[in-house]
């Protein structure tokens, strides 16, 4: 299964694979140009000419694919830039001499920048590094002041500057960035001194074993996973060990005692052979475990760019991968392997082999074929020519499937990524949804098609689509400068949730309190009215409510509850007497002061005679009569009575015997009489005024009868009193007034008299066998002849 096309070389334990004949036309090569690959099969960016100063002859920022081909070029016109290096969303930093931070995108957009503090930028930047760690892409800094300052995640800078290096008179040999414990250090070799700083100390360290010949480190590199460490000396050793400086793995004579122009680390994950390339002009040099070294002469200036499980050699013409060969592959390959996999490569070179011998193993699951056939079929297609992804299987599965999906989609490959997707099967919305949302948000921003084209194409490609959000492509589009075609976008958004924001954001303020109406729901309505209210003048605002009766009743609601000044705006500007004149008998009961509330009331009878609401207003007029008559009252007998109703004042006024006020208050009034004797009633035998009460139910005849008069007293126990009212009940009601007071006998007498078996009845269920035996024979007599008519 070799998924790469170009030429590969053995170098021992090591292979150089070509991936590319590079597309790129340079005249001098890398030679005088400053270089950044990114890691993955990344983007590479060179920068000619970084050395000139004269704006007659600027530098050339140029972008290209793994391949070659251009993605973008540029003229730099900004400061001196010091280093290039790649974060991990592929975005291009820039490093200038006064250690501001300028970020690119692919394509060589513009994106933002930013500061390394004023010490650097006073001190100017002497070196730099950049790296990745945990929390996502860092700076390292060495500043002419010989002091390092760090950025461990340039998305939310946090500025540490780290502690002096005793006795650093000029800059170091050598220096790299190391990440242990989630946590980034500097590793400072000062001659033949090393030194670890992070945020609080400076710790001198000795790595194990190293050779005694040397005098000074000048070269280290970290691996790519920052868990191995080399250091090359002056006497041109090569020390291997952990990055922790605690186990030395090897140490290797290169027998070159000049400085390297580069080194990196070459080893695959989980590999027992550690080995590091060290490169100087025209010459690579493999070392590992052995003593012995491998070298290879390199026709061109290279870069060397440190992966995963190897390194990328760029050079002016070429692209190779150098590896570690896998166990697999030696099994396969040696001179007289006789493992299955070199018989099955020697009884048919072809991937058929591979699918027919599987169907021989009985305990062999297909789905692991499978699966490897559908990962190298996407890397063979990313790896073309025309993508420029050189990824590796390691590296594919480290990177996983939704970043190379998010890389084809930053490259704006959007058709390939769909492919990927539906190839590999990927959900819905993590993939095809996810591709198709971003190439219509690069797809508003063009500016060559119309609004209707533009929209039209989208809702087709995306009408199948789940899960897509057309209020983020139609801010997209907002954004673009392109209004109308947001608009004509957010009519396919299902959610007025997601429509509404927008809208209100681009001034649409109509719109958006329609579209919140029509969703139904009242806190979206809220939303849009209180942004209105603080977005507009006053009398826009009222006029632009008055157009929308549901958003208008809403806000009068709120109004109710906590704007009452505004609620009454509203009803003026309306001419809403009626609603008026309830806002001023409402804002009456609110106000202590007697004049307040009565001016509050006269100006609720205005209103209500406007809205021609006779009823209201007379009503009003009474309240405003009550309390003036509440107050000379309460001035003459100083009774707390202003704010009663009226039923409550004449009970109060009863209960205090101030009989004639009350009866004053129950003809002015026109109090039916009924309501009236109930309270007067109720008042007297509260009080236990059973003299007054005796002389008021001989007044007149009763217009509620009386055996309310003998319920009453029987409520506050007074049978004498009550049994006075019994004669004068009506006989439809003698048989409840007598068994109210206990007379029974009575009771029977009226019950046999009406001849009614239902009265008749009652008695009975009320008599005792014991003592009522007669009466009960009696009733019975009484009881079958009523039965019998």
């Not at 670890?196 to 360290?205: F, H, R």
């Not at 290169?254 to 989980?270: G, S, V, Y």
């Not at 040099?285 to 190897?310: A, N």
């Not at 609720?604 to 509440?630: C, G, H, I, P, W």
Request: glycine letters at 6%; charged letters at 25%; proline letters at 4%.
């Amino acid at each position: 299964f070799v998924a790469y096309r170009g030429q590969t070389e053995l170098l021992g334990p090591l292979r150089k694979i070509e991936l590319y004949e590079m597309g790129w036309n340079l005249k001098d090569g890398l030679r005088e140009c400053l270089v950044a690959a990114a890691p993955y099969g990344g983007p590479i960016a060179l920068l000619k000419g970084h050395y000139r100063r004269s704006p007659s002859a600027r530098p050339q920022l140029e972008i290209y694919s793994s391949s070659g081909l251009p993605l973008a070029s540029f003229p730099w016109k900004s400061g001196v830039v010091k280093q290039l290096g790649w974060t991990v969303s592929d975005d291009l930093l820039c490093v200038q001499e006064d250690g501001t931070v300028l970020v690119y995108d692919l394509w060589g957009g513009f994106k933002r920048h930013f500061s390394m503090g004023n010490e650097v930028s006073q001190s100017q930047v002497l070196e730099t590094k950049i790296f990745h760690s945990p929390y996502g892409t860092g700076v390292a800094i060495l500043t002419g002041a010989l002091r390092f300052t760090l950025a461990t995640n340039i998305d939310d800078i946090k500025l540490r500057r780290l502690p002096e290096v005793p006795g650093l008179q000029e800059a170091p040999s050598c220096w790299a960035v190391l990440t242990q414990d989630r946590q980034s250090k500097v590793l400072v070799a000062n001659g033949s001194q090393l030194f670890i700083l992070d945020n609080t100390a400076c710790t001198p360290v000795t790595p194990p074993g190293l050779s005694p010949q040397a005098s000074s480190i000048v070269h280290m590199c970290v691996s790519f996973s920052y868990k191995y460490l080399a250091l090359l000396t002056d006497s041109g050793h090569v020390w291997m060990g952990t990055s922790n400086l605690k186990e030395k793995l090897s140490e290797v004579d290169t027998k070159i005692k000049t400085p390297p122009k580069q080194m990196a680390w070459c080893r695959r994950p989980k590999s027992q052979q550690p080995s590091a390339v060290v490169m100087w002009d025209g010459l690579l040099i493999v070392v590992g475990e052995c003593k012995e070294t491998i070298q290879y002469h390199l026709d061109d200036d290279s870069v060397l760019v440190p992966e995963l499980d190897g390194v990328r050699i760029i050079s002016g013409t070429h692209h190779e991968l150098l590896q570690e060969v896998p166990g697999a592959c030696e099994e396969i390959f040696k001179i007289a392997s006789m493992a299955p996999g070199a018989l099955l490569l020697e009884a048919h070179k072809e991937y058929e082999a591979a699918s027919f011998g599987k169907c021989f193993l009985s305990n062999f699951p297909p789905e692991q074929f499978v699966s490897m056939c559908r990962d190298l079929r996407v890397l063979n297609a990313v790896r073309d020519y025309t993508v420029g992804i050189p990824l590796t299987h390691t590296q594919f599965k480290q990177m996983t499937v939704q970043v190379l999906i998010d890389r084809l989609v930053y490259r704006k490959l959007y058709p390939l990524a769909i492919e990927v997707c539906r190839y590999l099967k990927t959900p819905e919305y993590q993939g095809v949804s996810r591709v198709l949302k971003h190439w219509a948000c690069y797809k508003v921003q063009q500016k060559e098609e119309s609004d209707e084209v533009i929209a039209k194409a989208v809702s087709v490609k995306l009408a199948d689509a789940a899960g897509i959000s057309y209020s983020e492509i139609a801010t997209k589009a907002y954004e673009s400068g392109r209004t109308e075609l947001a608009i004509k976008l957010l009519e396919f958004e299902p959610r007025s949730g997601e429509q509404v924001p927008l809208l209100l954001k681009m001034k649409k303020s109509p719109l958006a309190l329609s579209k919140a109406i029509e969703s139904g729901d009242t806190d979206l309505v809220y939303t849009v009215v209180m942004y209105l209210k603080n977005e507009l003048n006053r009398g826009d605002f009222f006029m632009m409510l008055r157009n929308q009766p549901v958003a208008l009743s809403l806000y009068k609601q709120f109004c109710k509850h906590q704007e009452q000044d505004t609620l009454k705006d509203l009803f003026n500007q309306d001419d809403d007497h009626e609603e008026l004149g309830n806002f001023y008998v409402k804002a009456s009961y609110k106000d202590q002061r007697l004049e307040a509330r009565v001016a509050l009331l006269q100006s609720a009878v205005d209103e209500y005679y406007k809205a021609k609401n006779d009823f209201s207003a007379k009503t009003t007029e009474d309240e405003m009569r009550l309390l003036r008559f509440q107050r000379k009252l309460e001035e003459e007998k100083d009774e707390q009575l202003v704010g009663f109703s009226l039923q409550d004042t004449m009970t109060t006024l009863l209960s205090v015997g101030l009989h004639k006020h009350a009866e004053q208050l129950y003809k002015d009034f026109r109090v039916p009489d009924k309501r009236f004797w109930w309270l007067k009633l109720k008042a007297l035998a509260e009080k236990e005024d059973w003299e007054e009460l005796e002389k008021f139910g001989k007044t007149k005849k009763s217009p509620i009868g009386y055996l309310p008069f003998v319920e009453v007293c029987i409520k506050h126990h007074n049978k004498y009193e009550a049994k006075k009212y019994v004669s004068k009940v009506t006989p439809e009601q003698k048989v409840k007034a007598h068994l109210a007071v206990g007379d029974m006998e009575g009771a029977a007498e009226a019950a046999i008299e009406r001849r009614n078996e239902s009265e008749i009845s009652t008695v009975l269920s009320r008599c005792s066998a014991t003592t009522d035996h007669l009466l009960m024979e009696r009733l019975n007599r009484a009881k079958a002849t009523a039965v019998k008519k």
